[in-house]
């Protein structure tokens, strides 16, 4: 790209050029058809948000075998060596483990004539996760790289979806011994190359419950109901539509919503999940707000109409995750540019909601990008991966690591940067 500078281009194609690594960019071409198996076998591992268990440890199986020094740390996510190195500082090549929808059985996750993948998480994040594998693998095929990705750390990871709120992500950086030996992110989710996270998008996510009395449907008729109390707070909130491609970009969604025990029942009880999202922190307290209000307005108008009984409500927050963004000039960006523009890849920087949104909070260095490949239908049982170009996502990864990982004082003085911002809180 046209912002970058000549010397990390210089060092870039002087890196592509060497023998270790010429030959190392070929194999992911020569390896796809294992690439390809692993990533079929690990999407049939079923790995729901707080159940990930069983594929973590699939993952670790596989990591030990290839020949990495791997374990399972208490948040469970699982951390491997592909060169054994304890020391750091490192840099993490992470992906995370859960998905929103699970197999139920081998069958639900296939390939089509096509070569296609089809089945639950086979894109969010069979593609991260495999890409994990392939980088493993070569590097325990190649030797002569050991010198350059001695300090890379390959991070398999929980709780990155749904209400998961990002669990894996905290406990790394704000617990555990490794990752305070991490000075870089690079965040695979998902497949594609057309894209670069450097700033995380805000969410939040609240569980509304309304409780009532409850009664029967004829001869209990007109006392306060829940589900009509819920339904309104809906209706009122939902009254103010956000501007979606406005600025500042907002969104929200009542992605869960139940109640009541059967048709002929006044219902005791109602419940609705919602995300409410926005590029500004400040106009997502004033979502937040406005959905209080919203829920306060509607159980006053439920219990005016009511000639008996009283719902009450409650609003939990179940889940935030926070802001945060790259300077154009971080030196990880500058890498990933740097390779793209190697590369013939055609890029935008975007704003999203990651695993990348816990490190760049404390001001770290990180980015999430796909993982190569190209898919579609992400958290619906229409999901689908298509491995055609994913060694060129493989090519971009590794190539991105090997900038990280060179002896750069420009990375030094950007990590040494991060890693004030991290211990100053």
């Known amino acids: 790209m046209s912002g970058e500078s000549p010397p990390l281009a210089k060092l870039l194609a002087e890196a592509a050029d060497s023998p ?3 030959d190392a960019l070929q194999w992911f071409v020569r390896e796809k058809q294992w690439i390809n198996e692993q990533h079929l ?17 699939w993952m670790l199986a596989q990591f030990r075998s290839i020949g990495c020094v791997a374990r399972i740390d208490r948040a469970g996510n699982v951390i491997a060596h592909p060169v054994e190195n304890r020391e750091g500082p490192y840099i993490a090549l992470t992906a995370h483990l859960d998905t ?9 996750v296939f390939v089509a004539p096509d070569g296609r993948l089809n089945g639950p998480g086979v894109s969010d994040n069979g593609a991260g996760l495999a890409a994990l594998l392939a980088i493993a693998r070569l590097l325990a095929a190649s030797p002569d790289l050991e010198d350059i ?60 419950s309304v409780t009532g009395p409850g009664g029967h449907s004829w ?17 009122y909130f939902t009254e103010h539509r956000l501007p979606g491609n406005g600025s500042p970009r907002s969104s929200y969604n009542f992605g869960i919503i139940e109640g009541g025990s059967s048709i002929n029942s006044i219902p005791t009880q109602a419940r609705t999940k919602v995300d409410v999202r926005s590029e500004s922190s400040a ?33 939990k927050e179940i889940g935030s995750r926070p802001a945060g963004g790259l300077a154009d000039d971080a030196y990880i960006l500058r890498c990933v540019r740097a390779v793209d523009a190697h590369l013939g890849i055609r890029s935008h920087l975007d704003c999203a909601s990651t695993d990348a949104n816990i490190p760049l909070s404390m001001g770290l ?13 992400a958290h619906t049982p229409r999901e689908w991966f298509h491995p055609e170009g994913r060694e060129l996502g493989l090519k971009r990864i590794l190539l991105t690591l090997a900038l990280l990982l060179g002896d750069s004082p420009a990375a030094a003085a950007d990590f040494a940067r991060s890693s004030g911002s991290r211990n100053g809180g």
């Open 41 to 57: 076998q690990l999407c049939r591992v079923p790995a729901p948000t707080f159940f990930e268990q069983r594929r973590a440890e």
């Open 219 to 235: 001869s209990d008729y007109g006392i306060a109901n829940p589900v009509h109390a819920l339904s309104r707070a809906i209706a």
């Open 100 to 108: 929103v929808l699970s197999p139920r059985n081998n069958e639900d």
């Open 149 to 208: 990705f001695h300090r890379l750390v390959l991070i398999a990871n929980v709780g990155e979806e749904g209400e998961g709120n990002l669990s894996g992500m905290r406990y790394l950086c704000r617990q555990s011994s490794t990752g305070s030996r991490i000075q870089a992110f690079v965040i695979l989710d998902g497949p594609n190359n057309d894209h670069i996270t450097s700033q995380a998008l805000a969410s939040r996510r609240f569980d509304i």
């Open 365 to 377: 260095a990180a980015i999430s990008i796909g993982a190569g490949g190209q898919g579609g239908g």
């Open 20 to 22: 270790a690594l010429r």
């Open 283 to 315: 106009k997502l307290e004033e979502i937040a707000n406005l959905l209080t209000s919203s829920v306060e307005r509607a159980l006053e108008s439920e219990n005016d109409r009511a000639s008996g009984g009283k719902v009450v409500g409650k609003i």
